[in-house]
């Protein structure tokens, strides 16, 4: 995945088992369009989202992707 001019870094996001507002965990940064997250609950379906973060502020979350863990 090929990231956004000027963006500096994203915040990527995740809900484990079910989206509601409330279950969003945050806090993860990335200086690259990739990322790794390691240590989730094995079988579990994960959501995530990613918002870019750059000179001009925030982006909008990126759509939902889901994926159960293996």
């Known amino acids: 995945m090929e990231g956004p001019k000027n963006a500096s ?3 990527i996001e995740y809900c484990i088992g079910e989206v509601t507002q409330d279950k969003w965990k945050n806090g993860l940064y990335s200086k690259s369009a990739s990322y790794v ?3 989730l609950p094995a079988g ?3 959501f995530f989202r990613v918002q870019c973060l750059g000179a001009a502020g925030k982006s909008s979350y990126s759509g939902v992707v889901s994926k159960r863990v293996p």
């Open 9 to 11: 870094q994203y915040s």
């Open 37 to 39: 997250l390691g240590g």
């Open 44 to 46: 579990e379906l994960v």
